[in-house]
């Protein structure tokens, strides 16, 4: 645990956070965050997720052929009900 200091930037107030802490977290500069309260004063940082991750390696993949299983299920119950085959 480190302790930091709040710093007044303009209009909002930043918090540097120390290298060792980065590192720990897995982040770096320019890394998005989603920031939350709890009760009691508790603030999280929580690292934005990429709910596109590995899509372009995905595609590359199936688009060279290189892995047909990569292919997923897309029906759906539209498909079931809706559709006449």
């Known amino acids: 645990m480190a302790t ?21 977290a897995h982040l770096a500069p320019g890394s998005e965050l989603d920031i939350c309260t709890k009760e009691s004063g508790i603030i999280i940082l929580k690292q934005k997720e990429n709910k596109q991750e590995g ?25 079931d009900e809706e559709w006449t085959w």
């Not at 595609?59 to 292919?71: C, P, Y």
């Open 55 to 79: 899509w372009t390696r995905q595609f590359n993949a199936i688009a060279d052929g290189e892995n047909e299983d990569i292919l997923l299920d897309v029906s759906s119950s539209f498909d």
């Open 4 to 24: 930091v200091t709040l710093t007044k930037w303009g209009n909002s107030v930043g918090v540097r956070i120390p290298a060792l802490i980065l590192k720990e």
